[in-house]
């Protein structure tokens, strides 16, 4: 369940976290959720910390962190390097920049 890979985020009806459960609830399927810390700080990086938090792997590419007292998520999605064509080879643009055309 999510309260299970969540833990306790979310107790309180007002907390922005119950947002963030709702959308991790609908792409739960195949996710894989790691205890971490997670580090933050104030403004021009005064009084950085380490809180606690989940690190979580999507399918299709996708990674977050969840600070869990905060209840803040930050999504990121992996693109790879597209400069390498089917069977590795470097594209058109990519063999021009070597001044070999």
């Not at 959720?33 to 606690?52: H, I, K, L, R, Y």
């Not at 058109?92 to 920049?97: F, G, K, L, P, T």
Request: glycine share 20%.
């Amino acid at each position: 369940s999510s309260k299970g890979v969540l833990g306790l985020v979310g107790g309180e009806p007002a907390h922005p976290s119950e947002k963030i459960r709702g959308v991790l609830e609908a792409n739960l399927d195949g996710m894989v959720s790691f205890e971490g810390e997670g580090q933050v700080a104030s403004a021009n990086f005064g009084s950085a910390c380490f809180v606690p938090g989940r690190l979580l792997l999507f399918p299709e590419g996708f990674f977050g962190f969840l600070w869990l007292p905060l209840g803040s998520l930050i999504m990121f999605e992996y693109i790879g390097d597209d400069r390498a064509g089917p069977g590795g080879e470097m594209g058109r643009e990519d063999a021009s920049e070597g001044g070999d055309a």
